[in-house]
């Protein structure tokens, strides 16, 4: 997301030896600062790069209305710093194997790509250096961590702020994304997948189907706590195959369940 600073100011003009009072008024060096170069893309008529990936997208339930809360300006803030930190720190750990003198061995990648969306986070990995076991170490990845928001930092955050997130959702999928500029971004079906999933009913992980065969991607034991799904995803189809953890589908209420049939 770019920056733009320049504000415009009431100032005292003249023309043709007449002064006239302008309400908003920019210098020309500022009013033509304002183009696509403070998106911070770099050169974006650059050819694009295609990059098997898989998108991950965290979404933060309830943070709308935790931004609305009485002097958010000292609330949002301590809470965004806590947030950011823990989960950059959680993917970090969850994806270390093994640590050595000068570095850690990972169970998958680390994502290439991080972007505040507003109200949570995207992130990018990279599977064309990852076998069926790495992709399946990153889906394992992002369940993790969505539990242990509501189980751990859920409880220690709602006693340092007013009506923290309660959730923290998670929708992933595989596919293409293709480089915008330098690399500064990217853009692909699997990110707009990824952000339809994390607000798919009341679950708070699922992931679609397309390319992910949890049968070589997990051990069977793992493999049996998900159940497959055919669902609706606004803008991509109507009979999506998706994964959900089988015991937070169980307990979906009936209507929400309505969203959902057998493959």
């Known amino acids: 997301m770019g920056k733009?600073?320049?504000?415009p100011k009431q100032a005292t003009v003249e023309e043709k030896g007449v002064k006239e009072k302008?309400?908003?008024?920019?210098?020309?060096?500022?009013f033509k600062a304002f183009n696509p170069q403070i998106l911070g893309l770099g050169d974006i008529t650059k050819a694009s790069t295609r990059t098997e990936a898989l998108a991950a997208s965290f979404d933060l339930a309830g943070f709308t209305k935790f931004c609305?809360?009485?002097?958010?300006?000292?609330?949002?803030?301590?809470?965004l710093s806590s947030f950011l930190d823990w989960l950059f720190r959680e993917i970090r750990q969850e994806s270390v194997s093994r640590a050595f003198p000068t570095?850690?061995?990972?169970?998958s990648g680390l994502p290439f790509l991080a972007k505040f969306t507003g109200d949570g986070v995207l992130f990018i990995w990279d599977t064309e250096i990852m076998g069926p076991d790495g992709i399946g170490n990153v889906i394992l990845l992002l369940d993790n961590i969505c539990g242990s928001y509501r189980e751990n930092f859920h409880p220690k955050v709602r006693r340092r702020?007013?009506?923290a997130p309660p959730l923290l959702r998670c929708g992933a999928a595989r596919g293409a994304v293709y480089s915008v500029g330098d690399g500064e971004d990217y853009v692909g079906p699997c990110i707009n997948i990824a952000c339809r999933l994390q607000k798919m009913s009341s679950l708070t992980f699922c992931f679609s189907r397309?390319?992910?065969?949890?049968?070589?991607?997990?051990?069977?034991?793992?493999a049996a706590t998900y159940t497959l799904k055919k669902t609706s995803i606004r803008g991509i189809g109507d009979d999506?195959?998706?994964?959900?953890?089988?015991?937070?589908?169980?307990?979906?209420s009936e209507e929400d369940k309505k969203a959902f049939k057998e493959p």
Do not use: N
């Open 4 to 7: 733009y600073s320049p504000r």
């Open 22 to 30: 302008v309400r908003y008024f920019l210098e020309d060096a500022a």
């Open 68 to 79: 609305g809360q009485v002097d958010p300006h000292l609330s949002v803030p301590e809470y």
């Open 103 to 107: 570095g850690k061995g990972l169970w």
């Open 161 to 163: 702020v007013s009506d």
């Open 210 to 222: 397309r390319g992910l065969d949890i049968d070589r991607c997990m051990t069977d034991k793992t």
């Open 240 to 252: 999506e195959l998706i994964y959900a953890d089988k015991a937070e589908f169980e307990a979906l």
